[in-house]
């Protein structure tokens, strides 16, 4: 794969959507190993709709709000492993 290039597009729950290219290194198969996609996913939280639209409402409601402190939930466990993963690829 490297120096090739991927059109990505990522869609999620359909509450927002994104594109973008992978540019491959020589170093793609050492963040493969850091980021632990198949542990990671096999860790997901199943939510139903109904649970997914109230954390959502609950969100759009406190969106800008300073006194507003989020509560632990699956949606925000999920957010923090992508955050953590984000820092943990850029910090290689």
């Known amino acids: ?3 090739k290039q991927v059109m990505m ?3 999620g729950s359909g509450c927002a959507a994104s594109m973008f290219v992978l540019r491959f290194t020589d170093q793609y198969k050492q963040i493969s190993k850091v980021a632990s ?3 990671r996913l096999a860790k997901r939280v199943r939510v139903s709709a109904e649970e997914y639209d109230s954390v959502m409402s609950k969100r759009e409601q ?3 709000k300073s006194d507003f402190s989020p509560k632990v939930n699956s949606l925000l466990i999920i957010f923090r492993m992508q955050s953590q993963l984000l ?3 850029l910090s290689t």
């Open 1 to 3: 794969m490297t120096g």
């Open 9 to 11: 597009f990522s869609y």
């Open 37 to 39: 996609f198949k542990d």
């Open 62 to 64: 406190n969106y800008g």
């Open 87 to 89: 820092k943990t690829v």
